[in-house]
């Protein structure tokens, strides 16, 4: 079963390499490159959702964090990115800490309204604290990622680097729910008494895994800034938090690879929808990009209430059925021939 | 003499107006099967979940080899040797019988969250180790034929199995049983008895709740007789069973 | 230093500009407590309930012309009916309800609801016509709106009828009991699936009154519910979750705490001023600083 996980990261790393042969637009290149950050962030926020049961409402704030961190000390400093980079995985690990040490030590769910009002105190302080952040003008003119002499300044060559770097992020998470920590984290999911009676420290392991996710997210704000070299508070605000959850919902908490699907599904979908607006015309609806928030609202409610184990969840148990239907049919073939 | 492994001083659990567990005194010997049995809301739970810090005592105090353990969390004990199973049976259902029996090695492994990031499962040693002790406790309890089924999809006789298997896994000193039998049939009652002896046989002591009394006269070394959170009466089986008090306190006045 | 009368005068308009935001942030933790009290559930929607009742008041008042009383009594109908169909269509209908799930189905509900909101009332704000007069007055100084004495006004009404409900009317004590141990509740014959529903009912009849007497002040547009909703929890972590009297105390608290930082320190960090207050007495004191942490184990509305 473990050896299956390794397998699809095969097969996901082959498609991914397509794409861009597929694709002869930059436009949509790039498109493919946000998805990226959003899958990345995601890959964290799943451990953190599905695994540790806790529900965060602030992992935009983390992305701000590396996205700032970055932005700011190689604009003003001139700084190495990967050193930024690196610091800004050091800002969002004590940030972590800050805030979940305390608010998972409580039962319930004051992790969510924590780091929902830490995410909006954040996003408060990067619109006003104009001296450091810019404010709403943000801050211009971050250099492009170095690697190794090759300077990451096309669509085509970044989308292969960030996704290079969510399938290390996606082998990383992989090897940790195959891990004993991951089984720890499964089971204090499944009863969290009787992990506790087998001697896993519940608390503490959440805490990590928070922090784990926080560290996800600050990466793929780095990357954020260095690709498109221009930030503003705007994408690091409570509904991309929100959002950031919704995919990971929809996509299938309970499973790495459902993050992925969420992730990709509805960091396409705005796209798909303008690109549909034709088609809506058709049928007399106006259709904006305003209305957006509305669809992501109808598709988090009817995943939730009719396929709660999400996409994934949901293409899984179809497999299972066709598969046990073409068994049956099998036999029966066999025993009547 | 007999070693203690476990001792009540004077324990005491109220919830609000309720006393749960009263000034209960009483020792469990190293090596036994020792026996609690009483009526329903007599606190025999209350007094599990006290013992393995679930709950902290109101008063008095909880000794294991000697040393209390009355302020430490339910990790912290576990980790001294105490295991325990749930009365509402509590295996992990999102994972297959082997996995809940691995997790039971928590405490024999150490990996931590940075080196199981970084190296994948097949290339870690520790990884092989403990799925074959996980193996050989599916063995002990012979479930080796179910070990890939979701744990949740399991009869309840074989889920109280396996909550035990994955507690033995623990290699725990003390093993504490809550009603291992209750909502079981008469064979499977019988396989729980014979998996508790053999526990016993392996050196590991044992502290039993339960309510099938052909059980507990069968397999317990000592009963302890528990009503209103104090002990009644505590002897061998054969005494217990002709003593006034305890039939007073089972069928009533 | 020497305190002067202007400083006086400032100090009281800081004071009454706080109760009448702190009003609103009160009336939303008390919805939070009853449906957390009635289900173990936050109630990320509550915010857009505040939302609806400003907007919708908004609709009947100055779009349809009704009479402020009328339009009043349609909005709030119509904003419970809003809390109802949401308890009837997705709480009650899930069938194997972890907290997890039904916390993140709220969330599904608040981004619909914001949705929605913004596609029938559009982006702007709305301005509400006071409920009389919009010409302030003057004590010691400091200028004072009679919109600001209608919010204080109403908010001790509706905290009145709230004791009188839980205490003195057989479905509060229904509640009140689901709330302490639901199954003992329904071994004496209480319907709880009922008190669900009515507890979201009233927390959104609540919250669309909360939202009808701070519009006037404040203007409202679709999109402030999720700030409403991270105050009013704040106020309600202050109070201690689940003891509403508290979260009165607190909301009035929060929004003097928010007044000050808006008149002392920086307008453009009020908001993260009260939030970063909320932060704090989570971490420090989650139990709430109204009442023992002890109290606060205890569900009680
Ligand atoms: N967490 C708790 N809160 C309040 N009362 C409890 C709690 N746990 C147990 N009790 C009460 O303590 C008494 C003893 O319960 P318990 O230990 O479960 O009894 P037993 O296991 O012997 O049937 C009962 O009256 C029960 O209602
Ligand atoms: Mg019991």
């Known amino acids: ?261 969420g992730s990709l599904l509805l960091s396409l979908l705005p796209e798909f929808l303008s690109f549909s607006t034709g088609y809506f015309k058709t049928f007399g609806i106006e259709y904006k990009p305003d209305y957006d928030t509305l669809v992501y609202g109808i598709i988090l409610l009817s995943i939730m209430l009719f396929l709660p184990e999400g996409l994934y969840g949901g293409f899984s148990s179809a497999f299972r059925a066709v598969k046990n239907i073409v068994k049956r049919n099998g036999k029966k073939a066999k025993s009547s021939s | 003499m007999v070693e203690t492994i476990l001792e009540y001083q004077e324990l005491q659990k109220n919830f609000g107006g309720v006393v749960a567990v009263n000034k209960l005194n009483m020792t469990v010997d190293i090596g036994s099967i020792t026996s609690i049995i009483g009526p329903n809301g007599a606190g025999k739970t209350t007094i599990f979940n006290l013992t393995t810090g679930f709950l902290s005592p109101t008063a008095g105090n909880i000794k294991f080899f000697g040393n209390s353990i009355n302020q430490l969390k339910p990790h912290n004990i576990a980790s001294l040797g105490i295991a325990r199973t749930f009365q509402n049976v509590q295996v992990f259902d999102n994972m297959s019988v082997l996995e809940n029996i691995m997790v039971g090695r928590h405490l024999r492994s150490k990996s931590g969250i940075l080196s199981s990031t970084i190296i994948p499962p097949f290339l870690r040693k520790e990884e092989k180790h403990i799925k074959r002790e996980a193996e050989k406790w599916l063995e002990f309890i012979g479930m080796a034929d179910d070990s890939q089924i979701s744990a949740g999809s399991l009869p309840l006789g074989k889920q109280r199995m396996l909550e035990i298997a994955r507690a033995l896994a623990m290699e725990p000193k003390l093993i504490l049983f809550d009603e291992p039998a209750s909502g079981l049939n008469a064979r499977e009652t019988l396989a729980i008895g014979e998996l508790i002896g053999k526990i016993k046989e392996s050196g590991v002591t044992v502290v039993l709740v339960e309510h099938d009394m052909e059980l507990i006269m069968d397999i317990s070394d000592i009963v302890a007789v528990i009503n209103f959170g104090t002990r009644i009466a505590m002897g061998t089986p054969a005494e217990i069973q002709i003593n006034e008090d305890v039939i007073t306190a089972y069928l009533g006045d | 230093m020497e305190i002067t009368n202007q400083d006086f005068s400032n100090l009281l308009q800081y004071i009454f500009m706080g109760i009448q935001r702190g009003s609103i942030y009160a009336l939303a933790a008390m919805g939070f407590n009853i449906i957390y009290n009635s289900t173990g559930v936050i109630n990320f929607a509550q915010g857009e309930f505040v939302v609806y009742g400003g907007l919708m008041m908004v609709s009947l008042t100055m779009t349809m012309n009704l009479p402020v009383p009328v339009a009043f009594f349609f909005t709030v109908l119509f904003v419970m009916l ?20 039904l916390v993140i189905i709220t969330i599904g509900v608040s981004i619909f609801l914001e949705g929605i909101a913004m596609v029938s009332w559009g982006k702007n704000s709305h301005v509400l016509r006071h409920f009389s007069s919009s010409e302030t007055f003057e004590v010691f100084g400091a200028m004072i709106l009679p919109q600001t004495l209608w919010i204080i006004g109403i908010l001790v009404f509706i905290a009145l009828g709230f004791i009188l409900f839980f205490n003195y009317t057989m479905t509060g004590k229904c509640m009140r009991a689901c709330s302490i141990n639901r199954d003992a509740a329904r071994l004496v014959g209480i319907n709880d699936r009922k008190m669900v529903m009515i507890s979201f009912a009233l927390s959104a009849g609540i919250g669309a009154i909360a939202g009808i007497i701070i519009t006037p002040i404040i203007q409202m547009d679709y999109g402030r519910g999720t700030m409403l909703a991270i105050k009013g929890f704040g106020a309600a972590v202050v109070g201690g979750l689940g003891n509403s009297v508290g979260a009165i105390f607190a909301g009035i608290l929060i929004g003097i705490i928010e007044a000050f930082g808006a008149g002392y320190i920086s307008s453009h960090y009020m908001d993260a001023i009260a939030l970063f207050f909320m932060l704090i007495v989570l971490f420090v004191k989650p139990s709430g600083i109204f009442g023992s942490s002890e109290a606060s184990k205890l569900k009680e509305f």
Not at chain 1, 49 to 74: D, E, V
Not at chain 1, 126 to 151: K, Q
Not at chain 1, 213 to 227: D, P, Q, R, T
Request: with cysteine; proline share 3%; charged share 10%.
């Open chain 3, 82 to 101: 809003i809390g109802i169909l949401m308890e009837r269509l997705t709480i009650n209908t899930v069938k194997s309800p972890t907290v997890l799930r």
């Open chain 1, 1 to 261: 079963m473990v050896i299956r996980d390794y397998i699809f990261l095969g097969i996901f790393l082959l498609v991914m390499a397509c794409v861009p042969l597929l694709l002869k637009n930059d436009y949509y290149i790039s498109i493919f490159v946000f998805a990226s950050f959003n899958c990345l962030a995601c890959i964290g926020l799943s451990l953190l959702l599905g695994y540790a049961g806790q529900i965060s409402l602030g992992h935009a704030a983390f992305i701000g964090i590396g996205a700032y961190t970055s932005g700011y000390l190689t604009t003003q400093f001139a700084w190495s990115p990967w050193i930024t980079m690196f610091i800004g995985v050091v800002i969002s690990i004590i940030i972590a800490i800050a805030v979940g040490v305390p608010s998972l030590k409580l039962r319930g769910h004051y992790l969510a309204m924590a780091t929902l009002g830490f995410g909006a105190i954040l996003y408060i302080v990067a619109v006003a604290a104009v001296d450091i952040t810019g404010g709403p003008a943000g801050l211009n003119n971050i250099p492009p990622l170095n690697l190794f002499g090759l300077i990451l300044d096309s669509d085509k060559k970044f989308f292969f680097f960030s996704w290079s770097v969510v399938v290390i992020g996606l082998l990383f998470a992989l090897n940790l729910i195959n891990s004993r920590v991951g089984r720890g984290l499964r089971a204090l999911h499944g009863s969290e008494d009787a992990a506790n009676s087998i001697g896993i420290n519940t608390s503490s392991y959440k805490i990590q895994i928070f922090i784990f996710s926080a560290v996800f997210s600050s990466i793929a704000g780095s990357l954020y800034a260095h690709y498109v070299t221009y930030i503003d508070p705007g994408p690091f605000g409570i509904m991309h938090s929100v959002l950031l959850m919704t995919m990971v919902a929809v996509g299938g908490m309970h499973k790495i690879w459902g993050a992925v699907i």
